[in-house]
């Protein structure tokens, strides 16, 4: 809004390039905090293994390092006058919107499979209790938040993408204004940039999805996200099976 009131000021200009930028990148994070807390919880044992903890810093990162490129391309952009220059700069915004995109939808193939998987599990162990239990109310409206969030972020941050994608409109031709395509006009910057935005943020607000998602303090463990008596409940059936399995078939039986 201030550089629209001030559209010859060079700094606002980089500011409000900035933030359109780095807007949505905490919700991309945030969601895919939650794929893995629902990953941890319907896989307690294969979801805390070590590799699979790297995933999500690994992804945080790439995010944050890709921010601080596309704000030097940014910044880089209007101070400066070589083609060439921007030409690289163009290349990095694109690179950023992709990677941008990968990570909004990221969580609709995590969640996705680790759902598929632990339907067959739980079809295959005939129970209700084989997933972590975590947060406020049933676990089954937390996987359609997660992947719903995801399908929204990614509609905004693919659509930005791909109309960077398409070749850059001339301003003039020929001595004649060229009309600016509809993709560029205000109602879709304010719908596909703060409108996806906030459309997640109240989504998020109105479901309480700090309690839908808490996890209790210091659960760094399978098992670990539920309540203190249920983990240690489920440890012990466990180790109960366990003993179970080392006994002989003809004890088993006498039993």
Request: charged share 15%; hydrophobic share 45%.
């Amino acid at each position: 809004m201030a550089w629209a009131c001030n559209p010859t000021n060079i700094r606002l200009g980089i500011a409000s390039g900035v933030f359109v930028y780095a807007g949505t990148i905490l919700l991309y994070i945030a969601n895919l905090f939650f794929s893995q807390r629902i990953i941890r919880s319907q896989h307690p044992h294969f979801g805390w293994k070590k590799p699979l903890q790297l995933v999500i810093p690994a992804c945080i990162l790439i995010i944050v390092l890709t921010l601080l490129m596309i704000i030097t391309a940014v910044i880089q952009m209007f101070y400066s006058a070589n083609t060439n220059t921007h030409r690289v700069d163009r290349a990095i915004q694109l690179y950023g919107l992709t990677v941008y995109t990968i990570m909004a939808f990221l969580p609709i193939p995590l969640v996705g499979i680790s759902t598929i998987a632990f339907a067959l599990r739980k079809k295959q162990n005939g129970s209700d209790r084989i997933h972590d239990h975590f947060g406020h109310g049933s676990f089954a409206r937390k996987v359609p938040i997660v992947l719903l969030s995801s399908f929204v972020l990614t509609l905004g941050v693919a659509f930005r993408a791909g109309t960077s994608y398409l070749l850059p409109t001339p301003i003039m031709d020929a001595g004649h204004h060229v009309p600016e395509p509809w993709y560029f006009s205000k109602a879709c910057f304010y719908v596909f940039n703060f409108g996806i935005e906030l459309l997640v943020v109240y989504g998020w607000l109105l479901i309480r999805i700090d309690q839908v998602f808490h996890v209790r303090n210091k659960a760094s463990g399978p098992w670990s996200y539920s309540t203190p008596v249920d983990a240690e409940e489920k440890h012990a059936e466990e180790s109960s099976g366990d003993e179970m399995s080392n006994v002989p078939m003809e004890e088993r039986q006498t039993v």
